[in-house]
């Protein structure tokens, strides 16, 4: 079964930088779109930035200029860099892949999620 687990949350200052990761492994897979989600207390979880199979990317407009999502396809990682981190990007962090393994239709999977607090 494929599972993906995330990486490299923390506590960072405000104007801060944070670098998350996103391995998918599992047997005989391919992955389309890749991406990060987050929660913040009290509020729905809402997107933050994907980036499809042939790296075409979206941002929420609350990350753009600040946060890079890239891949690396040959690991089936994603990452996520956030630069001049605010109080306002402290969540809960998910990763989140649409994944087809062998023989079934594709289907939506979700990390655990890593905490991002972010100190004034």
């Known amino acids: 079964q494929v599972q993906l687990v995330e990486s490299g949350g923390g506590l960072v200052q405000a104007g801060g930088s944070l670098r998350l990761s996103c391995a998918a492994s599992g047997r005989a897979f391919s992955i389309n779109t890749m991406g990060w989600y987050r929660q913040a207390p009290g509020k729905q979880r809402e997107l933050v930035a994907t980036s499809t199979s042939s790296s075409s990317t979206n941002y929420a407009d609350s990350v753009k200029g600040r946060f890079t999502i890239s891949r690396d396809n040959a690991k089936n990682t994603v990452y996520l860099q956030m630069n001049s981190l605010k109080p306002e990007d402290t969540a809960v962090y998910y990763c989140?892949?649409?994944?087809?393994?062998?023989?079934?239709?594709?289907?939506?999977?979700w990390g655990r999620g890593t905490q991002v607090t972010v100190s004034s």
């Open positions: 989140y892949a649409n994944i087809r393994e062998s023989f079934s239709h594709p289907r939506d999977y």
